[in-house]
């Protein structure tokens, strides 16, 4: 306990310290890796997003059915109310 005595601090007072620190690093870790990936997923979402755009404005498709496209593409509960899954599975019942 050379450490301890030298901080001033007893056994208890340490461990407690040292739990802390681990604590408040593991947060800032986690918040940065969070931050890191969400980045990343925006900005593969945004590529993928543009990459769609030109290809309906190559097909020769207007700017409204592009529009109409992403509306449909970006709402996920849909016009329904049900999710795209429900909403293929129903249509695969029928």
Same mark, same amino acid.
């Given at each position: 306990?050379?450490?301890? /005595? @030298?901080? $001033?601090?007893r056994?208890e /007072?340490? !461990?407690?310290? #040292? +739990?802390?620190? @681990?604590? *408040? #690093?593991? !947060?800032? @870790?986690f918040k940065t890796?969070?931050m890191l990936s969400?980045?990343? =997923?925006k900005s593969? =979402?945004?590529?993928?997003?543009a990459? !769609?755009k030109m290809?309906m404005?190559?097909? $020769? !498709?207007?700017? /409204? %059915? *592009?529009?109409r496209?992403?509306?449909?593409?970006?709402d996920p509960? &849909?016009?329904? &109310? +049900?999710s795209?899954?429900r909403?293929r %599975? /129903?249509?695969?019942?029928r």
């Amino acid at each position: 306990m050379l450490l301890a /005595e @030298v901080l $001033g601090f007893r056994g208890e /007072e340490l !461990l407690t310290s #040292i +739990c802390a620190l @681990v604590a *408040i #690093i593991s !947060l800032a @870790v986690f918040k940065t890796t969070k931050m890191l990936s969400d980045n990343s =997923r925006k900005s593969q =979402r945004d590529d993928m997003e543009a990459t !769609l755009k030109m290809e309906m404005i190559q097909r $020769g !498709l207007s700017a /409204e %059915e *592009i529009e109409r496209v992403l509306a449909a593409r970006m709402d996920p509960v &849909g016009r329904e &109310g +049900c999710s795209p899954r429900r909403r293929r %599975e /129903e249509a695969t019942s029928r």
